[in-house]
């Protein structure tokens, strides 16, 4: 039954030209692999898709005229049992196809080993290259080509940055973030990272405002506290005023209070992350400190773990197809200093900077109060739209907001 299915979801070409690699004839049975054979004779002669009711004349007269009598009556058979089929759906279909494709590299390999059994010059390459192949052929199946449409690939790539920056030097200069996308910032401490964050993700017009669901996980102060600072942020209320007047607070956050989560997470690892990930499928994760994360394994130095900690969460953007905020820290040497690179991060000899899309360091010179209110953002790696610079914007710290 599964073959005649199998067969029904070849004859549309789409279908055909995508998953082709996975089957062979052989994979089919008598009969069956005969008429697989025709319908792939057919796909590279025609553009269009094959209808049931042609297969009995493409086999019968175009591909194999001469036939017996015996065999045409046997095929009519054959084909009107493929119309009573009911087609698969395509996610079905994929386990059906891979379930044939293994049983048939299982009866190739289990041939090629009885006859070394039976006393043929041992070829173990054989058996490598055949499980080569099938590995291919699913990893095709699996990761079709992208289009060559260039309609499409321009729609494709709005979507990859659908989430717009709300600090406008950001947005003109970089645009945004988008699904798989790994964004790090990083700053010396008190300078302004999670405020940065909080102003991107709660401020007017930011990702929260935009739609995007969005979860952050905290391990550098309480979330709660945290929390506050988006309230803040979005509202325009300093703490003092939310806790005067709660009402209007509480009226204000609502439009987006249901976008915006936050978490506490001191004891997660980045398993528990990607879990999440996988269950609740947010638009945009922020992880504020990527750096203090947990992962699985002991490593005898501390790079190797960082490395593994990017490269993983890294693979969680591309892999649950969310955009990634991650904080870290800045090393002494940016110290005071407006200009920063990210070979300046905390640990940055890590490949921490290789895993990352975009890199933004937040440099401050804090030696009168009006410099302590102005940050440069260094954009020292950008592979969204390859845009370099450092733009400068101000903080209030109040509401932890980044203005213009």
């Not at 947010?282 to 960082?306: C, F, H, M, S, W």
Request: a negative charge; proline letters at 2%; charged letters at 30%.
């Amino acid at each position: 039954m599964i073959e005649k299915q199998m067969i029904r979801l070849m004859l549309n070409k789409k279908f055909y030209t995508q998953h082709k690699g996975m089957l062979s004839p052989t994979i089919f049975a008598g009969d069956i692999s005969s008429l697989y054979e025709t319908i792939q004779k057919a796909h590279e002669k025609y553009e269009e898709d094959i209808k049931v009711d042609e297969l009995y004349s493409l086999h019968t007269a175009i591909f194999n005229p001469a036939l017996t009598r015996a065999a045409k009556e046997k095929f009519s058979e054959l084909v009107e049992d493929i119309k009573e089929v009911q087609e698969p759906s395509k996610e079905i279909a994929k386990d059906i196809m891979r379930i044939l494709s293994d049983r048939d590299l299982a009866q190739r390999i289990a041939v090629e080993s009885t006859e070394i059994f039976n006393g043929k010059d041992a070829n173990f390459n054989e058996i490598v290259s055949m499980i080569e192949k099938h590995k291919q052929n699913v990893s095709e199946e699996k990761n079709p080509a992208v289009t060559s449409n260039v309609n499409e690939v321009i729609d494709l790539l709005n979507v990859t940055t659908k989430w717009k920056f709300n600090i406008p030097i950001l947005k003109e200069n970089i645009g945004g973030v988008g699904g798989g996308n790994l964004m790090i910032a990083f700053a010396r401490p008190e300078t302004g990272k999670t405020a940065f964050w909080v102003s991107l993700c709660a401020g007017p017009n930011g990702f929260a405002e935009q739609g995007a669901k969005i979860h952050a996980f905290i391990n550098e102060e309480p979330a709660i506290r945290t929390q506050m600072r988006a309230i803040s942020c979005y509202t325009g209320m300093t703490r003092e005023e939310i806790m005067q007047e709660v009402d209007i607070a509480q009226k204000s956050w609502s439009e987006i209070k249901d976008n915006l989560h936050m978490f506490d997470t001191v004891d997660w690892s980045i398993e528990d992350v990607d879990a999440h990930c996988e269950k609740h499928k947010p638009d945009i994760i922020v992880i504020d400190q990527l750096d203090k994360i947990n992962v699985t394994g002991t490593y005898a130095r501390t790079d190797e773990k960082l490395r593994q900690i990017y490269t993983s969460v890294r693979e969680i953007a591309k892999r649950r197809n969310c955009a990634v905020i991650a904080i870290s820290q800045a090393s002494a040497d940016a110290h005071n200093r407006n200009s920063i690179s990210f070979d300046q991060m905390e640990n940055s000899k890590t490949g921490k900077a290789a895993e990352a899309d975009l890199i933004i360091g937040i440099g401050r010179n804090s030696n009168s109060d009006l410099e302590n209110k102005i940050r440069t953002l260094c954009i020292s790696k950008n592979k969204i739209n390859g845009y370099h610079g450092e733009p400068v914007c101000t903080i209030r710290r109040s509401i932890s907001r980044y203005e213009v």
